[in-house]
Each structure stands twice: as C-alpha cells, then as structure tokens.
C-alpha cells in the first residue's frame, strides 16, 4: 500500500505562488501515476496534474501555463508549482497515485486559499 501525505497550502494573495509537496511512502515502486486533484466547497473533486512513471504530464485546462507538477522518484516526492495564482484555484489539494498491486490511494489534503 502507498501512504502520501501533503504539505505547502497555505494563505495567498491573488497573483502571488505556492509550492506543495507529496511525500510518497509503502510501495512506492508500485506507483505507475502520481498527481495532484483538488476540491473547492460545494464543487467534485477535480484533476489538477499528474505524471506517470514515464514522465507523460496531464494538466488540467484550467491550471495549463501557471501549474508545474514535477516528481523527485529517488526521494519518493511530487510536487506542485503553482504561480498566477486565482481565487478560483481556492481548494483542498490532495495527492493522488495509482499502485499496480492496490489501486488508488489519496492523501489527506492540504488546504489553499487565494485572497481575491
């Protein structure tokens, strides 16, 4: 099994940059896809970014220009560079990956807050 925790939310004004970090942890050799969803009040849960094992990058429409998720495999860490930061980009981000021996796993989130 894969445990992944989040870190790097925060409170930030409009325009202005976050870092978010995923610790991976367990059977992280099983990972075939890591990334990053997010979900705002009242909204589903929506993908942000994600990276497969062979680097192929999916990035939502809405993030495209301003995200950055890159991965670390020897430190079994993701991570999620987000500028140009919106009030709209408001949300729970949690990390997200894909085991070949379990499934899906998620993290607990780490809140994001974009002052308008």
């Known amino acids: 099994q894969v445990q992944l925790v989040e870190s790097g939310g925060g409170l930030v004004q409009a325009g202005g940059s976050l870092r978010l970090s995923c610790a991976a942890s367990?059977?992280?050799?099983?990972?075939?896809?890591i990334g990053w969803y997010r979900q705002a009040p009242g909204k589903q849960r929506e993908l942000v970014a994600t990276i497969s094992t062979r680097g192929t990058i999916t990035y939502a429409d809405a993030v495209k220009g301003r995200f950055t998720i890159s991965r670390d495999t020897a430190k079994n860490m993701v991570y999620l560079q987000m500028d140009s930061l919106k009030f709209e980009d408001t949300a729970v981000y949690l990390c997200?990956?894909?085991?070949?021996?379990?499934?899906?796993?998620w993290g607990q989130g780490t809140q994001v807050t974009v002052s308008s």
């Open positions: 997200y990956a894909v085991s070949m021996l379990k499934g899906g796993s």
């Open positions: 367990g059977s992280t050799f099983s990972i075939t896809l």
